[in-house]
């Protein structure tokens, strides 16, 4: 009897079959295994990468908090670049973006102060550090909204003024300002930067009192605004400036605020420059009551002295508020302690000294 011919090719390819099964099993396997070791080097790379940009923020917030802005500047740039080439999986799990926005918002905070607190090196312009945050304020306008977009708006502005600061410029910080205000009509840096603008620009003193009292009632970054304030006043530099810095010490003390130290220098030379000149001396005793000056005083006076601005132009401010006040008493135990403190006998505050406790004596 002879075999079926269809019998014999069946008996024939039956090994080969098993055999290509097997070679897809293997080639199956093998594909997995590359996958899987695919997934593990993206995985570890993706590690790494979080781990140096960890380290690169960190590195860049030691950095600010010393003030070494521009070594911050160049941790938080290298910081961008790792994240902005993270791999597949990265984006795929979108931890890229969350790091990407992550650095980015810490760029911008080093931006804003930076700008707060610019110092140009010698030889150097305020464009050199102005140019190089500007763009990193800009796109975060972009993506910001509310009081964060009021912040970057107002920031750009203050850019754009210290621009002008280097010489004739067309550069115009009021209209970021009130984009700033548009975003968040409470923010307290536009309405600082505004007045301090209007100042600048030698616009009346109670409109740019104004911007700063709601930068004040913002509740926000009171310290800066302060320090902001202080400054626009002495550079304005008029008796009308000088009597505004009082009362601002005066809100200062009354609102728990700190007293930093030019707020208290600035306040000893007021009452130095009081000595000698007798109107400003009497607008000065009339600019606030009686006992808020006399607490304000002991605020200064408890800060350390200057030559500028001794203890003994104080103690006459403190004598002259009270006999103003109507305790003639104190006055003169306040002239006793002036009168001693005087070296020469036949000094001008020696003199002056002795005319007052004689008047006051009567």
């Known amino acids: 009897m002879t075999d079926h011919p269809s019998t014999h090719g069946e008996a024939r390819s039956s090994p080969l079959k098993s055999l290509m099964k097997w070679v897809g099993i293997v080639a199956a396997v093998l594909s997995l295994i590359a996958g899987v070791r695919q997934v593990l080097t993206l995985t570890g790379e ?13 590195t860049g917030a030691a950095q600010q908090s010393a003030k070494d802005y521009p070594q911050a500047w160049m941790s938080f740039e290298t910081a961008l670049t790792q994240a902005e080439q993270g791999n597949l999986l990265a984006k795929l799990t979108r931890r890229l973006g969350e790091r990407r926005r992550q650095v980015r918002v810490a760029q911008e905070d080093l931006a804003m102060q930076w700008l707060e607190s610019i110092a140009v090196p010698p030889g150097q312009t305020f464009a050199s550090i102005v140019d190089k ?31 002008r600061r280097d010489g004739p410029s067309s550069l115009d910080p009021a209209p970021w300002y009130v984009k700033a205000l548009e975003a968040d009509s409470a923010n307290p840096y536009a309405h600082a930067f505004s007045g301090h603008w209007k100042m600048w620009n030698h616009e009346p003193l109670d409109a740019a009192m104004g911007e700063f009292a709601a930068a004040i009632a913002s509740n926000r970054e009171r310290a800066f605004v302060r320090g902001l304030q202080v400054a626009a006043l002495v550079n304005r530099g008029s008796a009308d400036a000088r009597l505004e810095l009082v009362k601002a010490a005066n809100d200062v003390r009354k609102n728990d605020e700190p007293m930093d130290g030019r707020m208290r220098r600035e306040l000893r030379v007021i009452y130095h420059l009081a000595l000698n000149d007798k109107p400003f001396t009497q607008r000065l005793i009339t600019a606030l009551p009686v006992t808020e000056q006399l607490a304000t005083i002991e605020m200064v006076t408890a800060g350390p002295s200057s030559a500028a601005g001794s203890d003994d132009s104080l103690s006459v401010a403190t004598a002259l508020l009270e006999e103003a006040g109507g305790e003639p008493a104190r006055a003169v135990k306040t002239w006793r302690a002036v009168r001693a403190n005087q070296s020469e006998s036949d000094s001008p505050l020696a003199r002056r000294a002795d005319a007052a406790i004689k008047r006051l004596a009567r």
């Open 46 to 58: 993706s590690a790494e990468r979080e781990r140096r940009i960890g380290e690169l923020l960190a």
């Open 133 to 163: 945050v500007l763009p990193v304020l800009h796109r975060g306008v972009l993506e910001g909204s509310g009081a964060r977009a009021g912040d970057l708006y107002a920031h750009v502005g203050w850019g754009y003024f210290l621009k």
